[in-house]
């Protein structure tokens, strides 16, 4: 009989889902997700371990292994476990993390002078797995930074040897992309794609604040002052109550450059609109992996990243002078140049330095720690 897995997620949504869904389908081990949906992220950190509990425990088999992610209060999901799944090991996969995130300029925690309740929860989380996975280096690196910065805002028994310890049962583990098998083998020209037409700007984030597009957009609105022709595509998922006022601004001040705007619910329609992209200019402030940035560097749309998070380790370090900048006043000459050349640009291997995040490419590195830990606690 083969090894089970159950990956227990609180916000089965976005990224979230994504990786569930591919690990789930490229690994050798027989994967089950339980999850939640994707809403209310507070209350399935704090609550969400006891309803998953519940549905862990209904089980009609025992698994070999759990995956939890970060948005899982793990200390309270174990605690809640029957018996017989007690002996279970737990690896603890961090897509983001509330200890070294950003808060929202909107999050009351802010105004409230925030108590690190849920950076506490991530904490305890780690302290209870028996091993821990990163999406990229750049986050392992930030979370024990910030690890150690925030324990010593607790007034005694900080238990400082402890990042060193959880430092010990951690690795990387990237977060990967899926491409469709009708996408992934298209050699794509090494000219470009705009003979006809001006360069199309991609944006395909989430709209959010700690995606930064107020620098994007008006990153544009200098380019449409000075009479630079270009397109533009929109797209990437959007919260309507929540999503920074920028973007209608953007809508209507840009209408004559978009060739596109809005979520695109087909994932063929997507890959389609990133094979025609040109630019890929991203702006965010925090960004852990950056999937969509590998997704459309993959269809070697030409990246323009800060040079910050995690997107210098998707870019050799020999062209990050012409692919990255240092801050925000270096765009638009980065931009010009890529402009007045962008036939040079276009040969650059983009695809090449981004193939080894594709799932068939990572995923006997994930089986390995997987079959690993289920060997560690026989």
């Known amino acids: 009989m083969g090894k089970k897995v159950v990956i227990v997620e609180p916000y089965l949504g976005g990224s979230h889902a994504y990786w569930a869904k591919s690990l789930q389908q490229y690994s ?12 209310f992220w507070k209350w399935r950190m704090q609550g969400g371990a006891i309803s998953l509990a519940e549905k862990v425990n209904a089980l009609p088999y025992t698994p070999d292994l759990f995956i939890a992610t970060d948005m899982l209060h793990v200390a309270l999901f174990k605690s809640l476990l029957k018996p017989s799944f007690a002996h279970i090991p737990i690896l603890l996969y961090f897509h983001e993390n509330q200890i070294s995130y950003p808060l929202s300029i909107n999050d009351t925690d802010k105004t409230a002078r925030r108590d690190n309740h849920y950076a506490f929860i991530n904490y305890t989380a780690a302290l209870v797995a028996d091993a821990i996975a990163f999406n990229s280096v750049y986050h392992y690196n930030s979370f024990f930074q910030a690890l150690s910065d925030t324990l010593q805002k607790y007034p005694d028994e900080v238990n400082k040897e402890h990042p060193k310890m959880l430092q010990s049962k951690s690795s990387v ?4 992309i899926n491409i469709p098998p009708e996408f992934e ?43 630079i022709a270009f397109r533009l595509a929109v797209c990437g998922e959007r919260n309507e109550k929540h999503q920074p006022p920028i973007f209608a601004i953007a809508r209507k001040k840009l209408a004559e450059h978009i060739i596109h705007w809005g979520f695109l619910e087909n994932e063929n329609a997507y890959f389609e609109l990133l094979k025609s ?3 890929l200019l991203v702006t965010a402030q925090q960004d852990f992996f950056g999937i ?10 030409i990246p323009l990243l800060p040079k910050r998070l995690a997107y210098c380790e998707h870019i050799p370090e020999s062209y990050q002078p012409n692919l990255m900048y240092e801050n925000d006043d270096e765009i638009l000459p980065l ?11 276009k040969k650059m291997p983009i695809r090449s330095w981004v193939e080894k995040y594709l799932w068939r490419n990572l995923v006997a590195t994930y089986d390995c720690q997987i079959a690993a830990l289920m060997n560690k606690k026989k």
């Open 28 to 39: 050798r081990f027989e994967i089950s997700i339980v999850g939640l949906k994707a809403r």
């Open 277 to 279: 992209a040109d630019i």
């Open 173 to 176: 583990l990237a977060a990967g």
């Open 335 to 345: 931009l010009s140049q890529i402009f007045s050349n962008i036939d040079v640009y």
């Open 292 to 301: 969509s940035v590998v997704e459309a560097m993959y269809f070697d749309c």
């Open 185 to 227: 083998d298209i050699p794509l020209p090494k000219s470009t794609k705009t003979t006809q037409n001006a360069p199309l700007f991609m944006w395909n984030h989430r709209w959010e604040y700690d995606k930064n597009p107020e620098v994007f957009f008006q990153t544009l609105f200098s380019l449409k002052e000075k009479g």
